[in-house]
């Protein structure tokens, strides 16, 4: 599976360093390329001459070589590498990673890096538990960059809890099961809402809801990095997301949105409704600014939105999948139940405003998934992009599950 597969490994200042030959010799005789890349403080952990060894590559420390003056690009392998792991991650590669930085050759590729990159934190425990590292963490997260937790152990302090970097077996189990699910999705055809909508007031207000969109591009992202051609209706928020295999349709009020998806939906195998779309819209937007008067209250008379997502799941074709989102503050499973039904979906994923990181703007959400056969299935708190992928998998089963029914029922 990694057979000439190009891995570029960061090693920063840490004792974990220690355990990268390891993992190099096991990325080895699972054939890939590794490279190495060290940040000056990793040489005090780990030395270059038993990296290249294990590696049968140069170890690259610096973008120039002192004995010759040549100069080998910065950014090349961050280009032209299927993956990059950050092995150990520092507090402070991490911090800098966060920021921008670019002073040493490590964090050059990882800032021009266009395959997945992994990370693995490895500090000792108070470090690791400091808000500041795990804002980093979350914000490392939020832009891609996929994280394997460290665990809990003993810690070079002589302290015990987490902060120690994931084993080097289990490093390789993260990397090989990335390659493997890459092209789980290859050939669908994915079309997702995601972010709030803008019903305007007047040419000044609006109103709309607390969604960023997190959700959303998150679930875009996962299923473009496994395979799927993605269409993300989205709209406005801050993200921005730029991949290859994702076609980005910027809208503003519902009724764009239910446009756009419809248009879109007539080629999709999978049909994702994310968006906090606003039920309601001002039913007659003044054209120019409403003044404020100081005795009279203002009235806004609202008319209701088409329901994209009821659209989309009544007019489904067959072996097309539709997913829709409940939001909910109580009676939460009964309300999702009500409406997988009334949509027509085959799945709802609820979220409920009662769970602390869970719903709008967090970096993390609380799922539970509801299916047609009457299965609730509860997932803990993860990172956005981990119920992405949890999501993904239940996808994969339904949508295994849909070409049984198409195909295998079908009349010889
Ligand atoms: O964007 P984030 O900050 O990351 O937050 C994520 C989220 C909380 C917005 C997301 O996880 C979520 O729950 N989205 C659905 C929120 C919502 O509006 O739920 P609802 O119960 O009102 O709608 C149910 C479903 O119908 C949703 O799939 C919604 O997209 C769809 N809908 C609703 C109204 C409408 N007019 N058209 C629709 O398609």
């Not at 190099?24 to 940040?39: F, N, P, S």
């Not at 961050?78 to 991490?94: E, K, Q, V």
């Not at 914000?139 to 960059?145: A, I, K």
């Not at 349709?249 to 419809?262: L, Y």
Request: charged share 20%; aromatic share 4%.
């Amino acid at each position: 599976m990694l057979k000439g597969k190009k891995i570029v490994i960061g090693i920063t200042g840490s004792i974990a360093a220690y355990k990268i030959p390891l993992l190099i010799r096991l990325l080895k005789k699972e054939g890939a390329d590794v490279h190495v890349v060290c940040t000056p403080d990793a040489l005090h952990f780990v030395t270059p001459l038993t990296l290249s060894v294990v590696a049968e590559t140069p170890v690259l420390t610096k973008p120039f070589n002192e004995e010759d003056g040549s100069w080998h690009s910065h950014v090349e392998l961050g280009i032209s590498a299927d993956l990059m792991l950050i092995a150990p991650a520092s507090a402070n590669t991490m911090a800098k990673m966060c920021a921008g930085i670019a002073d040493n050759l490590l964090l050059t590729i990882w800032l021009a890096a266009r395959c997945p990159v992994f990370f693995a934190p490895a500090m000792d425990l108070d470090m690791y538990r400091h808000h500041t590292t795990q804002r980093n963490i979350q914000t490392l997260c939020s832009m891609g960059n996929i994280l394997i937790e460290p665990k809990e152990g003993e810690l070079a302090s002589g302290l015990c809890g987490e902060g120690r970097m994931e084993e080097p077996e289990a490093i390789l189990g993260f990397i090989q099961q990335h390659f493997r699910s890459q092209h789980d999705f290859a050939g669908k055809r994915v079309l997702i809402s995601a972010g709030p909508t803008r019903e305007p007031i007047d040419p000044v207000r609006f109103l709309s809801n607390h969604s960023t969109g997190k959700m959303g591009y998150a679930l875009a992202t996962t299923l473009a990095n496994r395979g799927a051609e993605v269409h993300l209706v989205s709209g406005p928020v801050d993200l921005r997301i730029n991949h290859p295999n994702v076609q980005v349709m910027p809208v503003n009020t519902a009724s764009e949105m239910f446009d756009a998806c419809v248009a879109l939906a007539k080629q999709a195998d999978l049909i994702i409704m994310t968006a906090a779309v606003a039920d309601y819209k001002p039913a007659h937007p003044a054209s120019e600014k409403i003044k404020k008067s100081e005795r009279d209250k203002l009235s806004l008379s609202l008319e209701p939105n088409p329901d994209i997502l009821e659209c989309l799941g009544k007019n489904k074709r067959e072996n097309q999948l539709v997913v829709g989102f409940a939001l909910e503050t109580h009676n939460e499973i009964d309300f999702a139940r009500q409406k997988l039904y009334n949509k027509q979906a085959d799945l709802i994923v609820l979220n409920s405003l009662n769970d602390s990181g869970a719903g709008f703007a967090t970096d993390t959400n609380k799922v539970t998934l509801l299916d047609k056969e009457n299965a609730v299935t509860e997932l803990p708190l993860m990172l956005k992009n981990e119920v992405a992928e949890k999501i993904a998998n239940r996808l994969l089963e339904l949508l295994g599950n849909k070409s049984v029914t198409g195909s295998e029922l079908a009349p010889e």
